[in-house]
């Protein structure tokens, strides 16, 4: 059961234009939403995050909406350069799960920044 | 500041030899630890966690264990390989009271 869904495996944007990454959650106890930038053979970077409460959270470039009610957050990356090509994961977490804090992953996105 | 340390990048091993894989934080004091997976084309998997010394948690059946001897060392163990097993694997560690997981650089294991 994929809990935290990225339904784009990949997605071309032109240096310059916005790049608008999608995720949607299934669970709804699900307060806490990350998302992570991974290039090729290293780990993932986290980028920002977003809790429950708020529906908006922005830091420098990169702005994530949160509509709780569609279960479903978006990355917006403004504007989008070459250096941005990478594999962005979205992931959520539980305070149900305690002091683990475990995070659900999705599939990730395949973002290619075009010249 | 933290940092952590994962080794080996890359492994080639065969069918049926042992594993073991090590990452180290430093920086920090009581981290949770965290073994992830991620096969080709996937997501990452949440294999072990560990929120203190000798605490291990197993999230999904399989062939391989975890063990956390040290505060800030979490090391990943197989006795015996598949060659499922193959993949990327990723520590990751996380300050007690924060919603943020940091990871390592990985190791691209090849079980042959």
């Known amino acids: 059961d994929q809990q935290v869904k990225q339904n784009s495996p990949s997605l071309s944007v032109q240096e310059g234009r916005i790049s608008i990454l999608n995720c949607d959650y299934t669970?709804?106890?699900?307060?806490?939403f990350l998302w992570y930038k991974k290039y090729p053979a290293e780990g993932p970077t986290f980028l920002i995050s977003i809790s429950s409460i708020k529906d908006k959270n922005e830091d420098g470039r990169f702005t994530v909406f949160l509509n709780k009610s569609a279960k479903h957050l978006s990355l917006h990356i403004v504007p989008s350069q070459p250096g941005d090509s990478a594999v962005y994961f979205c992931a959520a977490s539980s305070s149900l799960t305690g002091t683990a804090s475990k995070l659900t992953f999705g599939t990730g996105t395949r973002l290619q920044v075009t010249l | 500041s933290q940092t952590i340390h994962q080794w080996p990048a890359t492994l080639v091993q065969p069918v049926g030899s042992p594993l073991s894989l090590e990452c180290t934080v430093e920086g920090t004091s009581n981290p949770n630890l965290y073994w992830y997976r991620q096969a080709a084309g996937r997501g990452l998997q949440l294999l072990f966690y560990?929120?203190?010394?000798?605490?291990i948690s197993s999230e999904v059946p399989q062939n391989l264990s975890a063990s956390r001897p040290q505060d800030r060392q979490f090391i990943l163990s197989s006795k015996k390989l598949l060659l499922s097993d193959s993949g990327f694997y990723l520590c990751?560690?996380?300050?007690?009271?924060?919603?943020?997981?940091?990871f390592g650089a990985g190791t691209r294991l090849s079980v042959l």
């Open positions: 990751a560690w996380r300050e007690q009271g924060s919603n943020i997981q940091y």
């Open positions: 560990s929120v203190g010394i000798g605490q």
């Open positions: 669970n709804s106890m699900f307060d806490y």
